[in-house]
């Protein structure tokens, strides 16, 4: 069982939780059990419920977990250096795959975990780039809130197509060292150096009607 833990301290919460986001990385929550789970992380089944109440408990921490890890690599952006060499990087975070293939499977399923899933990555990535902002690596955006969905969609992309993606950059996994150094680049300098360079085609869309800035997508209003 690969460790995705940042802990080498790992406690047994740690291995169910570890054991959790690498076994529904590859089969989905929707086939993954809690006696499998335990299996995987060596433990009886009885701690799962024990440690996290339910399955759905399980799956709470794991999301979490993925979204706090996440939000730590995004913290990357707030520095005014340049980005770690992603060879070296991947290297010193081995967890980053079994993370990318949880992402992936929990976008792929679909319904209630899907888009609970999403409008905490448009959280997060929303509070980041506010904060990159201030920090001023990244600029200010008339919509911030559209910003950050559309900012998700596109690396829900990468997640649900790292596999087709990985093989059109000439590679076999998207985490491979070359494809993804590949991947990376070109990702920030579509970023750092736009597509659209004639200001007159945003000109022509007028000003912005935004909704308050905090406003919320209409899955979590439904929740509530």
């Known amino acids: 069982m690969l460790n995705v833990s940042s802990n080498d301290d790992r ?9 959790a986001i690498a076994y529904v990385g590859e089969h989905g929550w929707e086939k993954a059990t809690s006696r499998q789970i335990s299996s995987a992380a060596g433990v009886p089944v009885g701690l799962v419920n ?12 794991c999301d979490d977990w ?25 290297d010193d975070h081995p ?18 975990v899907a888009e609970s899933f999403f409008e905490r990555m448009v959280e997060m990535t929303q509070q980041m780039m506010e904060l990159a902002a201030d920090a001023g690596t990244f600029r200010r955006y008339d919509d911030p809130y559209a910003a950050a ?4 969609a596109y690396g829900a992309g ?16 998207l985490l491979d060292t070359d494809t993804y150094n590949r991947y990376v680049r070109t990702t920030v300098e579509l970023y750092t150096h736009p597509l659209i360079t004639d200001e007159r085609y945003l ?8 909704p308050p800035a905090n406003a919320e997508g209409d899955f979590r209003k439904e929740k509530e």
Request: net charge neutral; aromatic share 6%.
């Open 203 to 210: 000109d022509a869309l007028g000003t912005p009607d935004v």
């Open 11 to 19: 406690s047994t919460p740690a291995r169910i939780r570890d054991a």
């Open 50 to 61: 024990y440690h996290f109440g339910s399955k759905d408990g399980l799956r709470q921490a």
């Open 149 to 152: 969905v559309i900012l998700v």
């Open 95 to 112: 967890e980053l795959r079994p993370i990318t293939e949880y992402i992936g499977q929990c976008m792929r399923s679909g319904g209630p």
């Open 158 to 173: 990468a997640s649900l197509f790292g596999g087709t993606i990985a093989r059109l950059l000439g590679g076999t996994n």
């Open 66 to 90: 993925v979204i706090e890890r996440l939000a730590e690599d995004k913290g990357l952006i707030l520095g005014a250096g340049p980005l770690p060499r992603m060879d070296s990087y991947l």
